[in-house]
């Protein structure tokens, strides 16, 4: 067992669900998905975020993704090998009534499959949490791990697969068996959402397949591109702040903020 970098508790890694790690969802006793028709059928009967989020942290249904996520959990990278690792699927974060959604890819090897919380712990992350702090967004410039106190103000950060895949590409069948989860996510939520940010090209189609964006004639991606979905919601589309991209110079700190101070005021928050 390895101590928590901020709370100091002993973990097993992967962590086992409710042994006390910082906003664990999950309990011993939480339902286990362990193929795509449990997903399905756990994700279309949650009536809640809580226990949407604790079925999801506990899912085992992509045979390759577990084996790859408890690995990586396992092995660590060497300059995190102190670290207990979460090496669980990671439920999306923030408010529970959004105004504005923001849609990844996947959790990164390690970063949120060590931390627990999505985008914390990696170099898109970094980028992407001083951007929106930048904006208003979270309270805080950082987000080291998921005991630090950061706070949504009105976002929610979802994604489409829930677990690190290798490579950081999952296949087209684990994408569909995951898909469930995000539809239920966008169910429970979509009601307060009136703005998303589709982080990529791959977050841009998946915003537009789900309810109502049906109907959408498909706008083509872009940084800076906007569609008005059927649903009345806005959608706008942002480069990811990928380690590459931002070296790169492809993806500038300057245009998220363009980005995330835009979707902030048409999203209508404070
Ligand atoms: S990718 Fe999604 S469906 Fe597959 S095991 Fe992870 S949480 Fe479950």
């Known amino acids: 067992m390895l101590a928590h970098p901020n709370t100091?508790?002993?973990f097993n890694?992967?962590?086992e669900p409710?042994?006390?790690w910082p906003g664990d969802p999950?309990?011993?006793q939480t339902a286990v998905a362990a193929d795509a028709a449990q997903v399905s059928?756990?994700?279309?009967?949650?009536?809640?975020l809580a226990d949407l989020n604790a079925q999801v942290s506990v899912c085992r249904a992509c045979p390759r993704l577990v084996s790859w996520r408890e690995e990586v959990a396992k092995v660590k990278r060497r300059s995190f090998a102190e670290q207990p690792y979460w090496g669980r699927p990671v439920?999306?974060?923030?408010?529970?009534?959004?105004?504005?959604?923001?849609v990844g890819l996947a959790p990164a090897a390690n970063g949120a499959n060590r931390t627990g919380r999505m985008f914390t712990g990696d170099r898109s992350g970094d980028q992407l949490y001083a951007a929106l702090y930048r904006a208003g967004l979270v309270n805080q410039p950082t987000s080291v791990d998921a005991a630090d106190g950061l706070r949504a103000n009105k976002i929610r950060i979802v994604a489409p697969v829930r677990c690190a895949p290798p490579g950081n590409s999952p296949t087209p069948a684990e994408r569909i068996t995951c898909s469930p989860w995000l539809d239920a996510e966008w169910r429970l939520v979509?009601?307060?959402v009136?703005?998303?940010v589709a982080l990529g090209g791959f977050a841009w189609q998946i915003a537009l397949r789900l309810p109502g964006a049906i109907g959408t004639p498909k706008p083509r991606f872009g940084h800076g591109a906007v569609a008005e979905l059927p649903s009345g919601v806005r959608l706008l589309g942002c480069y990811h702040p990928s380690q590459q991209n931002m070296f790169t110079g492809k993806l500038t700190p300057a245009m998220l903020d363009d980005v995330f101070r835009l979707a902030r005021k048409q999203a209508g928050i404070r």
């Open 18 to 20: 409710g042994t006390g």
């Open 194 to 196: 009136r703005v998303m």
């Open 41 to 48: 059928a756990l994700a279309s009967s949650a009536t809640s």
């Open 13 to 15: 890694s992967p962590v």
């Open 91 to 102: 439920p999306g974060w923030g408010s529970e009534q959004p105004r504005l959604v923001i």
């Open 190 to 192: 979509s009601d307060h």
């Open 26 to 28: 999950a309990t011993p």
């Open 8 to 10: 100091g508790q002993l």
